[in-house]
């Protein structure tokens, strides 16, 4: 089955970048990112965590995003990131 294709929405982009430059662990959150891109060009729906109708959430320490899916158009959009609590420590 053809994968989907994955996009970041500008805000997600900007917040990830200052996460990223803030980060002291910018290797695991490029390994996060790396992860939650795959997952979600692959299966998105069955990786996803449903938080309302359109709107589902993925966890890869040390981030969460929350993403839509257009199905018919085989494409993920990822709305927001944020830092899960504790996972630099």
Do not use: C, Y
Not at 7 to 31: F, G, I, N, Q, Y
Not at 40 to 63: I, K, Q, T, Y
């Amino acid at each position: 089955m053809k994968p989907f294709t994955v996009t970041w929405h500008p805000d997600a982009e900007h917040e990830l970048t200052s996460m990223w430059v803030a980060s002291d662990e910018r290797k695991r959150v490029t390994l996060a990112v790396a992860t939650i891109d795959k997952q979600l060009a692959s299966d998105p729906e069955g990786r996803g965590h449903a938080v309302r109708e359109g709107l589902l959430r993925l966890d890869v320490p040390p981030l969460r995003v929350l993403f839509a899916v257009k199905a018919e158009d085989r494409v993920v959009v990822v709305l927001m990131v944020a830092v899960i609590a504790n996972t630099f420590e």
